[in-house]
T-cell receptor, first 116, second 112 residues
Framework: EPEVTQTPSHQVTQMGQEVILRCVPI?????FYWYRQILGQKVEFLVS????????KSEIFDDQFSVERPDGSNFTLKIRSTKLEDSAMYFC??????????????FGPGTRLTVL | GNSVTQMEGPVTLSEEAFLTINCTYT??????LFWYVQYPGEGLQLLLK?????DKGSNKGFEATYRKETTSFHLEKGSVQVSDSAVYFC???????????FGRGTSLIVHP
């Protein structure tokens, strides 16, 4: 069964460093998403991406964040200068459609980011 | 705005015990309601959903009923197994929306 994969499973970085979290969505999906969950808190929407551009973003997704689909398979989240409060689990998701039938989002296992 | 509140975990049960995980929501209009499950090392998976009041979603022995009068969508299972140990997330999507609003997740631990 097709699945969303994410690498690495755990990333440790120093404050101020740049990190890139990688995701491989399901191959025939067109819509891509990033969410995060700070430990003990809710899963929060960060950004959605379609047709090589951001379609929606939350207040959390500030100038420190960027997303890219560098090739036909990967979808990345970059944090330019990490802060302690960026420590969280980051989930990637993809869906075939945004609304209507086939709009179910399929989630990856997450990347745990620890900023020291 | 929209929000989802779940009971705190972890919930620890013995095998074959009855499970209830409470979920209440705040939303305008009539959202769709969901339960997702995350098994260790895996992504969130849609477990069940309900799209209108009094609908019952069910899957793998789990059930939840959309209760508009109490704004609740409690997850239940009559007899849990060790393999049900996971984190369960309640979520809603507003009408014409596509981004789920999630709760914090409730960890379920089932002992043999």
């Amino acid at each position: 069964e097709p699945e969303v994969t994410q690498t690495p499973s755990h990333q440790v970085t120093q404050m101020g460093q740049e990190v890139i979290l990688r995701c491989v969505p399901i191959s025939n999906h067109l819509y891509f998403y990033w969410y995060r969950q700070i430990l003990g808190q809710k899963v929060e929407f960060l950004v959605s991406f379609y047709n090589n551009e951001i379609s929606e973003k939350s207040e959390i997704f500030d100038d420190q964040f960027s997303v890219e689909r560098p090739d036909g398979s990967n979808f990345t989240l970059k944090i330019r200068s990490t802060k302690l409060e960026d420590s969280a689990m980051y989930f990637c998701a993809s869906s075939a459609r945004r609304e209507g039938p086939y709009n179910e989002q399929f989630f990856g296992p997450g990347t745990r980011l620890t900023v020291l | 705005g929209n929000s989802v509140t779940q009971m705190e975990g972890p919930v620890t049960l013995s095998e074959e015990a009855f499970l209830t995980i409470n979920c209440t929501y705040t939303a305008t209009g009539y959202p769709s309601l969901f339960w997702y499950v995350q098994y260790p090392g895996e992504g969130l998976q849609l477990l069940l959903k309900a799209t209108k009041a009094d609908d019952k979603g069910s899957n793998k022995g789990f059930e939840a009923t959309y209760r508009k009068e109490t704004t609740s969508f409690h997850l239940e299972k009559g007899s849990v197994q060790v393999s049900d140990s996971a984190v369960y997330f309640c979520a809603l999507k507003k009408v014409f929306g596509y981004i789920p609003t999630f709760g914090r997740g409730t960890s379920l631990i089932v002992h043999p």
